[in-house]
């Protein structure tokens, strides 16, 4: 089965920015969806944003539209979240995933592969 690995994540202080990688073990990139998504302690996994590789625009959580952002390098076979003007709100762990499908989802439940997440923290 692909294997996601991320990487990148830290503490930054409020207005600061990351960006996250995620590394594929095999290139299936632009045959899939990609997604990040995000789970703070206590509260349920959340959609953060999704890009298909066959074309379209990506898709944004309403609370990290114009200050986050999805792309992929598909030679490297590794997807980024560039996150600017960070927010404390913004701390969780972050996961990145893949979907076997060319139809974006906003849903945890649609991916079909998972890294094992990275630590974000956001100080004010």
């Known amino acids: 089965q692909v294997q996601l690995v991320e990487s990148g994540g830290g503490l930054v202080q409020a207005g600061g920015s990351l960006r996250l990688s995620c590394a594929a073990s095999?290139?299936?990139?632009?045959?899939?969806?990609l997604g990040w998504f995000r789970q703070a302690p206590g509260k349920e996994r959340e959609f953060v944003a999704a890009?298909?590789?066959?074309?379209?625009?990506?898709r944004y959580q309403d609370s990290v539209k114009g200050r986050f952002t999805i792309s992929g390098d598909n030679a490297k076979n590794t997807m980024y979240l560039q996150m600017n003007t960070l927010k404390p709100e913004d701390t969780a762990h972050y996961y990145c995933a893949g979907r076997n499908s060319r139809h974006l989802s906003t849903r945890w439940d649609d991916y079909d592969y998972w890294g094992q997440g990275t630590q974000v923290t956001v100080s004010s």
């Open positions: 095999r290139r299936t990139f632009s045959s899939y969806i």
């Open positions: 890009s298909s590789w066959s074309g379209g625009s990506p």
